[in-house]
């Protein structure tokens, strides 16, 4: 039976996989990214702890739009929003 | 009510939280971050579609065995192993 790690990442899997178009299915564009962003981290993005750094993730996805990420990419991204607006980060946050 | 997306990142944070010594709350070191992804990705790593690749993950990991990792870095671990381990990413790992 998965872990429950793995179940996590097949997860993520289905939800990028999901939002690749006809194009490459192993790539999305940032414009896409940030939809999917918006739309699978609602709660994150509602409660920030670390505001600055999520609009600073945002814009970098604007400033980028047509650029694509890959799946890895994708996760890099998903982990430094979680990292923005999870108050378990918040002391980390504080340490910069 | 939390998306797959954020139910997936805080089994993530759970996980490496769980992992996280006394010493630094929020790093743990190359050698306890091996044996945390034997143990969490046991299935992933038992089919591996690209054994080199996972080879060379692990072996980063023993060469380095006291460097510290943050939660980004566990990620995108994570992320390195599953497009490894993962049949939905074989066509990719063709195209390398």
Do not use: W
């Amino acid at each position: 039976t998965p872990t429950q790690l793995e179940i996590a990442m097949d997860a993520m899997i289905r939800i990028f996989h999901y939002s690749c178009k006809e194009g490459d299915r192993f790539k999305i564009n940032n414009g896409e990214l940030k939809m999917l962003l918006q739309r699978h981290l609602t709660e994150f993005l509602s409660c920030q702890k670390d505001p600055e750094l999520v609009d600073k993730i945002m814009q970098d996805l604007d400033a980028n739009k047509d650029n694509e990420v890959d799946f890895n990419e994708f996760v890099v991204r998903v982990a430094a929003l979680t990292v923005a607006c999870n108050d378990y980060f918040v002391e980390q946050l504080k340490k910069k």
